[in-house]
């Protein structure tokens, strides 16, 4: 497999909130990540949120006009139509935005999906139809898809979504490195040859932790489990030990030429700055005056 040979990126993810104090919580906490020169920072959205346009589309306004940093846009392919996918683009267009995360996006109990996009291939294929120029991204997953057969079927959808227009993947949240470079490899046999951001969520607190090993799909490494079972009554040596674990993850990755880095921050700007400032170098880039 070729090496990379530039410099790998860092990228954040945030998501819309909830409540009135979480909208301020995010607006200082996207202050905060400004600072740390992101190479982008794609906003995430939820197919349970029926005012998607406005949640997630405001907040990446937000995003690309007060803070003055490229911005992404999670698309979901399920509960979107052409015509409301083209107004999108339009708007997105009118924002100077152009950076799109296309994916199929969960399928919700009681509501059926909509008809255009059976594939995130199939929205992928449209946009670059309708907006060429616009760079579009795709989900993907180190450790298989939950819906699909198979690694090889997993890795042949995969090539379907990059044939139809994905200039880039994000993976899926991982915490055992040996299962992406696994992955990795398997695009390259496959011919799949656009960049592969690694997707990283810090583990800060017990309930976060069991969400994940409860319901995420990733390998958890001894080393990963140790930690959560160590710390799990002392909630501060948890959030060091899960982000110096993160931290040993991105170092790995980027040692051995990973493409980007895109950060899970949970809205939470102190966890981004930690491991900003323990791999800042990694990326070529300078810790700020605001953080000394």
Same mark, same amino acid.
């Given at each position: 497999?070729?090496? $990379?040979?530039?410099?790998? /990126?860092? @990228? ?12 301020? $919580? ?25 005012? =998607? ?5 405001? #907040? &990446? ?5 007060? #803070? ?10 399920? =509960? ?8 999108? !683009? ?8 152009? %950076?799109?995360?296309?994916? /199929? ?8 999906? *909509?008809?255009?996009?059976? =594939?995130?291939?199939? !929205?992928?294929?449209?946009?670059? +139809? +309708? ?28 090539? *379907? ?16 490195? *040996? ?17 592969? #951001? ?7 607190? /017990?309930? %976060? ?16 489990? &140790? ?9 501060? &040596? ?30 939470? @700007? ?5 491991? =900003? ?14 953080? *000394?």
């Amino acid at each position: 497999m070729a090496k $990379n040979t530039t410099r790998p /990126r860092l @990228s954040f993810e945030v998501f819309p909130p909830n409540s009135k104090v979480g909208v301020e $919580n995010l607006t200082s906490t996207l202050d905060e990540l400004r600072n740390l020169d992101p190479s982008f920072i794609s906003v995430t959205c939820s197919n349970h949120k029926l005012d =998607y346009e406005k949640t997630t589309i405001d #907040l &990446a306004k937000y995003v690309h006009d007060s #803070l003055k940093c490229p911005t992404m846009v999670h698309m979901p392919a399920a =509960y979107v139509t052409k015509t409301q996918v083209a107004r999108i !683009l339009d708007e997105l267009e009118e924002l100077n935005i152009n %950076q799109v995360l296309v994916l /199929r996006g969960d399928i919700i109990d009681g509501f059926a999906p *909509e008809s255009d996009f059976k =594939y995130a291939s199939d !929205l992928t294929k449209f946009i670059k +139809q +309708q907006k060429p120029f616009f760079e579009v991204s795709g989900a993907c997953y180190p450790e298989v898809h939950p819906d699909s057969k198979n690694r090889i079927d997993d890795v042949r959808h995969l090539k *379907e979504k990059v044939d139809a227009g994905c200039d880039q993947l994000i993976t899926q949240l991982f915490y055992d490195n *040996e299962q992406f470079y696994r992955f990795q490899e398997e695009c390259a046999i496959a011919g799949i040859n656009v960049p592969i #951001l690694a997707g990283i969520m810090p583990i800060v607190n /017990r309930k %976060q932790a069991l969400h994940v090993v409860e319901n995420c799909s990733a390998h958890l490494p001894k080393k990963f489990l &140790a930690i959560l079972d160590k710390y799990k009554d002392n909630p501060v &040596a948890l959030k060091e030990a899960g982000i110096a674990y993160a931290v040993d993850q991105i170092v790995d990755l980027v040692t051995n030429d990973v493409d980007g880095v895109h950060l899970y921050t949970m809205n939470k @700007s102190d966890t981004a700055k930690h491991i =900003y400032e323990n791999t800042a170098s990694l990326f070529n880039l300078a810790p700020t005056a605001e953080l *000394e």
